[in-house]
DNA sequence: CCGTATTATCCCATAATAGTATAATTTTAA
DNA sequence: TTAAAATTATACTATTATGGGATAATACGG
């Protein structure tokens, strides 16, 4: 999941973007780390804040933008 | 998910995908009836099946062919 | 109708998850 | 340099979600 580098892009910590997705900040750090992996709607919520396609969140693709 | 409309055009049953995916009939009528979610992993394969992106899998857009 | 294929649901054992607390690490600034 | 603050990672636990087998329900063809 391209989910840190798409955080650091935004400069944020991991609390701050748990507190936007209503979750903690340890569970932002498994995610990023792979320990663990999100439901799908915990997914789109991501893929939503940081306004990217789920393909591109997910590393299926290099285009962020696709038609959404 | 646009799940049970891609079977349906592909023409194949449950448990025909169900082998494709290495899994069995009763989750994917789960899938389609939206009781239970598959795990990342089991998205991508699916999407990988018919082919088509997973934001489009997730109703996230109507372009299937979202480049991957 | 009857048999067959297809899809949905019950039950259970197992696995995965979120959350709390806390430890470890990194950053900042004095 | 080092102490404090901020940030990130991990251990533990209770709960929830999952997959799979078995089976029930439904649809479909002859």
Chains 1, 2 share one sequence.
């Not at 944020?12 to 932002?28: F, G």
């Not at 789109?44 to 990217?52: E, M, P, Q």
């Amino acid at each position: 999941m391209r989910l840190k580098q798409l955080r650091k892009a935004k400069g944020i910590s991991q609390l701050n973007l748990a507190m936007h997705l209503n979750t903690n900040q340890n569970t932002m750090s498994r995610y990023e780390t792979g320990e663990r992996e999100p439901a799908i709607n915990e997914l789109i919520k991501i893929a939503d804040f940081f306004n990217v396609s789920v393909d591109y969140l997910l590393e299926r693709t290099d285009n962020p933008n696709m038609q959404k």
